[in-house]
């Protein structure tokens, strides 16, 4: 039987869940039949509104229903569920942030700093296709490549679907984020930097 296992995340992951709504059910559950293939058997897609119980790693398909996406990403934070976040607009696919709650930005980090680095690439500059037959490969050779802890999402990368390394925006995280920060929720705590 095929199995997939991932040092990074520190074990096997049969469960995935794909959480996606319309229009973009059909592309998630083309990624969702290919990763079973791949022996996350038990991996399913959910609506965005559903919870991630029992699951081993979520990815996240959207357009802009940002108020789902942001209360998915609230929801996951707190299970601690790592999800690959995945933007999908009229045809156009980007992949990103990768968020490993506590390690890496997640959706709201990202949202809130590209506000504050208008120079650097923005998703709306990026191609990126939600073509299946592209969508499904590249998608799944970058889940793999994450799964073995080598791929570039894991240092903030957001990645034009069919695209490489040098089509990629970034991610950073916000240290005030109210969804993944710690420290915002720690007010006592201060850190002081002493100058000679
Ligand atoms: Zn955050």
Redesign the pocket.
């Known amino acids: 039987m095929v199995t997939l296992s991932s040092d990074y995340l520190g074990g096997t992951i049969t469960r995935i869940r794909l959480f996606a709504s319309a229009p973009n059910t059909a592309l998630a559950q083309a990624l969702c039949d290919h990763l079973q293939q791949l022996g996350a058997t038990r991996s399913s897609v959910v609506a965005l509104d559903a919870d991630g119980d029992g699951a081993d790693l979520a990815i996240c398909i959207a357009g802009e229903a940002d108020d789902a996406v942001a209360a998915l990403?609230r929801r996951l934070?707190r299970q601690a569920l790592p999800c690959l976040f995945v933007h999908v607009d009229g045809g156009r696919a980007q992949l990103g942030p990768w968020?490993y709650?506590g390690h890496t930005?997640?959706?709201?980090?990202?949202r809130?700093t590209l506000r504050f680095f208008r120079g650097q690439p923005q998703l709306a500059d990026h191609g990126g296709s939600a073509d299946p037959a592209v969508f499904v490969p590249f998608v799944t050779a970058q889940l793999l490549a994450l799964l073995r802890g080598e791929s570039a999402l894991i240092g903030g990368a957001v990645l034009a679907v069919g695209g490489g390394e040098a089509d990629a925006a970034r991610a950073l995280?916000?240290p005030l984020?109210?969804?993944?920060?710690i420290w915002s929720r720690q007010p006592t705590e201060a850190f002081y930097v002493q100058q000679d």
């Open positions: 990403n934070s968020t709650y930005p997640c959706w709201a980090c990202y809130t995280k916000d984020c109210e969804v993944c920060s």
